[in-house]
């Protein structure tokens, strides 16, 4: 069939549409490439967001594990210790001797005894460190210039000095009581700043001595 620029070829047009189809296709996928571009960012920008909130769930809680850990811990270290302070043998037991049950206990954790027989103050003991008392049942805050059985047998008796309670070994089946106290500093930023590093966790024990 004649045109004005010569006869019409079908084949022709028809290679002609297959080879102009691909670029027309390459032009459509070009836009998609800052959409992708966009899509990371808005991610990125959404978990630098949120992943302060995530922190801050999974430090509290591993806290909240450390916390119940320690309490049981503890208990299970004052059970032991009230247990020493009441057994009968041929030597009776010692404050000291109960500070060393207590601290194979808590491996870890330091534990001391700045007032052995109290008084038990509102006074916070040093950050993951432990404070030892041995009194009688439901000791007072204030210092006792002449308790009750407040100390177990091996003991002797002493005065009360500066800011401790007299020693009066125990005897007679009497009733020992052994408390821990335990300052858990925090590991979440924001609730130990909160708290001022003051988390005490307390446990105590009551036997009554074999001898």
Request: positive net charge; aromatic residues 8%.
């Amino acid at each position: 069939m004649p045109t004005d620029r010569g006869w019409f070829n079908p084949a022709g047009s028809a290679e002609r549409t297959r080879r102009t189809f691909p670029a027309r296709a390459r032009t459509r996928e070009n836009p998609r490439k800052p959409k992708r571009f966009g899509q990371r960012s808005q991610a990125m920008i959404e978990f630098a967001l949120i992943s302060p909130v995530l922190l801050l769930l999974l430090f509290g809680i591993i806290d909240i594990g450390r916390a119940v850990f320690y309490y049981d811990t503890l208990s299970h270290a004052a059970r032991e210790g009230a247990r020493t302070a009441s057994l009968a043998s041929t030597s009776l037991p010692t404050d000291a001797n109960v500070l060393a049950t207590v601290t194979s206990q808590l491996v870890g954790a330091p534990v001391s005894a700045p007032c052995p027989q109290g008084p038990i103050t509102s006074a916070t003991p040093p950050g993951n460190a432990a404070w030892l008392y041995i009194t009688e049942l439901n000791p007072p805050s204030t210092v006792e210039s002449n308790p009750p059985m407040n100390a177990p047998g091996g003991e002797y008796a002493a005065p009360a000095s500066g800011s401790c309670s007299a020693v009066n070994p125990a005897g007679n089946n009497a009733q020992l009581q052994v408390t821990l106290r335990f300052n858990l500093i925090l590991i979440t930023p924001v609730v130990a700043q909160a708290t001022a590093d003051h988390i005490v966790i307390t446990a105590a024990s009551v036997f009554h001595t074999e001898y």
